[in-house]
């Protein structure tokens, strides 16, 4: 009663009603089996695509994916992996109750389609005194209050993990799904500093942990947060000397100092001074030059921050070999005026228009070079709006993290310009800033129109002039 699906078909798929798995024989060997598990997460269908495999069986979202060859699935990267091969049974429960076995075939490399809800999230296991979620205030997006240590989000989309939260069943999944690059939380190579730390009398020893996984093809990209007194001055040495004993296996490494807010322990920990900040450059400056003699790229970078606290030039784009961690804050100004430089012919001719540029603290004494090279670019008159954390704290100075209501504050009132542009960075995939405050209802109250924005050129192509 199986039916057998090569892509392209418009034959509708046959319906077997449970128990499918049983028609089958056995299931087969893996974490767990479908038709007895009843507790495992559910992962629902949110999205499929049109004119996809996925859309082209009729799956729909509000569907429950059951299992593949029988095997269970857990969460994304089970679906990933799982439905990789030309060929597999696809177990579905449809929005109605109804369950489907697929006997699904397709070209090599033609995507399902299917975005599925978002995974419950692994919480983390540490404690850190500079942890982001104690620095929000009340009224933050509840998100932000989650404390996040995902192994599976470090793979897929970048976010560090300290690998502190991992059970045996997660160790098996890395090493059987060879999730690498993984990007990891490190603080300190100094098993005790790093338990210090993180909060976490528990946590394994990061040095052994890499190795084990590395054994096994896994690489790394690594971050430092450096707290003053506690991770900097030769201990930051010796995790930089460690990690760089390591090899290929460490990637990169990036040296970011230690964001906090008002709301933070601030008797527990402080920010850096600018001569701790210049000293931790001069340390990564050093090792990068040695990396780069031996291996021919820098290998590890300060943050765009570090630099800024230091007082110290940012340098120059080459040396940031490509910007492997440009999402993490490491040469991003870099980046963006060389991607506006490449765009330039693509820009809209803005000769005589206005506009106003807000941004963050952080941003305050590198905007200008980067204003300078969009407006020879574009011929608009920028200016650029500073504005203060009034969310988190003077002490916030991310452009992304800024408050609905300080932007609207700020351009209130201003007549005469031709358009604003905001950082993107500060509206969540449901646009809504963090303060809860929706962007179109900012866009309706604003006195010129208003863009969210990247990275100026995909607010200013020719196709979008103002
Ligand atoms: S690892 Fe530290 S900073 Fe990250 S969520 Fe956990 S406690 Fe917070």
Known sequence: ???NFSFPSWTSPVRIRSPALTTRGPPRAGPASASRVADRPVLRVAAVEPSSLASELGIEPGAELLAINGQA???FLDLEFLAADETFLLHVRTPAGEEIEYDVERPEGLPLGIALEAPKILRCANRCDFCFVDGNPEGARKPLFIRDDDYRLSFRHGNFATLTNLRPKDVDRIIEYRLSP???SVHATDPEVRRRLLRNRKAPAVLEQMAMFAAHGIRFHTQIVLVPGVNDGAVLERSLGDLFAMGEIVLTAAVVPVALTSYSKLDLVRVLTPAEAAAAVDTVERWSARAREERGMGWVYGSDELYLEAGRPLPPAEAYDGFPQAENGVGAVRQLQQR???????????RGRRALVCTGRGMARLMPQVLETVASATGARLEC????NTFFGPSVTTAGLLPGAAFLEALRGRDGYDLALLPAEAVS???VFIDDLPFADLQAAAPMPVRLSYDFVDALGAGRAA
Do not use: F, N, T, W
């Open 182 to 184: 993984l990007y990891v």
């Open 385 to 388: 709006v500073v504005l203060e």
């Open 429 to 431: 995939d449901a646009g």
């Open 340 to 350: 506006i430089a490449e765009a330039r012919e693509g820009l809209a001719d803005l």
């Open 73 to 75: 699935l857990e969460d």
């Open 1 to 3: 009663m199986l039916k």
